[in-house]
């Protein structure tokens, strides 16, 4: 690492390193993105026009407000099979990511 720049440090010596932890916080955040419900059924309630309306408290209503079990069942698994699906995508790339 004699004469290298700050930048090339950063990039090939720092980003590498915290790469496992970015990753970590990606994934987690993420993931949380989609199940972002107290927000939403405490300030909006969907929102004007079903515009703040997220998959999550979509579900809510369905199966709590509209008796609708079976829907709001289907809409849990669709959730479930996108969260898998992006959370498989990122350990995908995560794996070509860092080598030590």
């Keep these: 690492m004699d004469g290298a720049s700050s930048l090339h440090k950063f990039f090939k010596l720092t980003l590498p390193g915290l790469s496992p932890i970015l990753f970590y916080t990606?994934?987690?955040?993420?993931?949380?993105?989609?199940?972002?419900f107290g927000q939403v059924k405490i300030l909006t309630q969907g929102g004007p026009g079903e515009s703040t309306n997220l998959l999550v408290y979509s579900i809510y209503r369905d199966a709590f407000f509209n008796y609708r079990f079976g829907s709001a069942?289907?809409?849990?698994?669709?959730?479930?099979?996108?969260?898998?699906?992006?959370?498989l995508i990122?350990?995908?790339?995560?794996?070509?990511?860092?080598k030590y």
Excluded: P
């Excluded at 990606?26 to 993931?31: A, E, G, L």
């Excluded at 069942?73 to 959370?87: D, H, K, P």
């Design 73 to 87: 069942a289907a809409q849990s698994v669709v959730l479930f099979a996108i969260i898998i699906i992006l959370t």
């Design 90 to 98: 990122m350990f995908r790339v995560e794996k070509k990511g860092v």
């Design 26 to 36: 990606f994934v987690v955040n993420i993931i949380q993105a989609f199940q972002a």
